[in-house]
C-alpha cells in the first residue's frame, strides 16, 4: 500500500499545475474542489492503514499527505468565494506568490519522504520533539484549519440567502474536516505524540465530511462551471471509461485484502473479471441501455439538455431525399426518437 499511496499523492501533486492555465476564478474553484474530493479519501484511507499498521514510512507518507491537504483546502477556499459571490478580481502577482508559497510548502513537505527519524515509535505512541518537523507541520496545518473556517464564515455571510441552501452541505462538510483537523493537530501539539487509536476516528469523521462535500457537488451540481466537453466525445467514452472504473476497483480491493491478509480465491477473482467484461459488452451492444445512460449524461452534466445545433443538423441530414410525406414524417419520427431517447414515437 506504501507505493499506492506515494503514487497518488505524487498525482494530486502534480495536478495543481494544472491551475496555471485556467483564467477564471470558476475553473481554478472546479479545480481546486476536485483535488479535495480526491485527496479526502486519500488521507482517511491512510489514517485506516495506520491505525491497523503502524510503519514508520506509512508515517511519512501521511505527514506529506496532511501538507498536501493543507495547501489544497487553502487553494478550495480561496477561490470559493470568487467563484459564486461577485468579488474583485484578484491580481496576476497575487495567484503567483500563491504558486510560490505552494511549491515552497510542498518542498518542505517533501522533506517527510527522505528523512528518516521525524518520529518514534514507542509503546504503541508516535512521539516526536519540540521543533521538529512534526512540529512545525502541525502548526502549519492547524493555522490552516483556522484560516479555512475564518473564510468558510466569510463566504457563507457573503452568499445569497437564495443560493445557501446549495452549498449549505458543503460548508457543513467543510466545518467538521477542519473541526476535526484542528482536534488531531491540537492533540499532537499539546502532548508532543500522536495517538494510534485516533486514527480510526480520524478516518471515519475526514470520510463522512468528504460525503457531505460530495453529496453538495452532485445534488446541486457545483462543478458546472461552463466547461464545454462535447457530447459525442463523452459517450464515446463511457465504455472505456467504466470499464477501466470497475478494473480499477477491483484492483483496489484485491490490493486491500492481500494488505490485511485476507485470500481471494482465483475463482472468485476471474469470476469477477468476466462479470465487468460482460457487463461492459452489454452495454456496448444494447440500444436501450446506451440511451438510458446518454439521458441520464445530458440531463445530470449539461445546462441544455440538447445541443441545438447537432439537433438541426440531424433533422437537415435525415430530410436529405425526403420528397413525400411519408418520406418527412419518417425522417421526424428518427430524429425525434434520438432526441427524446426512446424506441417508440407516434406522430
Known amino acids: 500500500m506504501i507505493p499506492f499511496f506515494y503514487t497518488l499523492n505524487l498525482l494530486l501533486l502534480l495536478s495543481g499545475l494544472l491551475g496555471i492555465r485556467p483564467n477564471s476564478d470558476e475553473r481554478r474553484f472546479s479545480l481546486a474542489l476536485l483535488q479535495t474530493l480526491l485527496i479526502l479519501p486519500l488521507l482517511a484511507g491512510e489514517y485506516l492503514y495506520l491505525s491497523y499498521h503502524l510503519e514508520a514510512q506509512a508515517v511519512l507518507v501521511a505527514l506529506f499527505s496532511e501538507t498536501l491537504f493543507a495547501l489544497i483546502w ?30 515552497v510548502v510542498t518542498a518542505v513537505a517533501g522533506y517527510f519522504l ?26 502549519f496545518i492547524l493555522m490552516t484549519v483556522l484560516y479555512v473556517s475564518w473564510r468558510l464564515e466569510q463566504f457563507w455571510r457573503a452568499l445569497n440567502v437564495a443560493r445557501r441552501f ?31 487509536r485516533h486514527f480510526l476516528l480520524l478516518a471515519a ?7 457531505l462535500i460530495s453529496y453538495a457537488v452532485a445534488r446541486h451540481r457545483l462543478l458546472n462551471r461552463k466547461i464545454f466537453i462535447s457530447r459525442k466525445v463523452v459517450y464515446s467514452f463511457v465504455v472505456p471509461s467504466l470499464l477501466a472504473a470497475y478494473l480499477l476497483a477491483f484492483g483496489l480491493v484485491s490490493l486491500i485484502m492481500r494488505t ?11 469470476l469477477f473479471l468476466v462479470l465487468g467484461f460482460v457487463a461492459a459488452g452489454l452495454f456496448a451492444f444494447s440500444g436501450k441501455i446506451r440511451r438510458r445512460v446518454h439521458f441520464f449524461i445530458s440531463t445530470h452534466f449539461y445546462i441544455n439538455k440538447y445541443e441545438y ?35 417508440e414515437i407516434f406522430i
Request: glycine content about 6%.
Open 74 to 103: 487553502i487553494s478550495m477556499v480561496r477561490w470559493l468565494q470568487g467563484a459564486t459571490v461577485a468579488t474583485v478580481r484578484e491580481s496576476p502577482p497575487r495567484f503567483l506568490i500563491e504558486i510560490i508559497v505552494g511549491v
Open 114 to 139: 527522505v528523512y528518516r527519524s521525524v518520529t518514534e515509535i514507542s509503546n504503541a505512541i508516535l512521539a516526536f520533539h519540540h521543533y521538529s518537523p512534526v512540529y512545525f507541520s502541525a502548526v
Open 166 to 196: 446549495e452549498y449549505k452541505f458543503l460548508v457543513i462538510g467543510g466545518y467538521l474536516i477542519c473541526g476535526t483537523v484542528a482536534w488531531g493537530t491540537s492533540y499532537r501539539l499539546t502532548y508532543l505524540a500522536i495517538a494510534p
Open 205 to 211: 469523521l475526514l470520510f463522512f465530511g468528504w460525503i
Open 260 to 270: 490485511f491478509g485476507l485470500p481471494l480465491s482465483f475463482i472468485l477473482k476471474w
Open 309 to 343: 445545433r447537432d439537433e438541426w443538423l440531424a433533422l437537415s441530414q435525415h430530410l436529405q431525399g425526403a420528397l413525400t410525406e411519408a418520406d418527412v414524417v419518417r425522417a421526424l419520427r428518427k430524429v425525434l426518437a434520438e432526441s427524446l431517447y426512446t424506441n
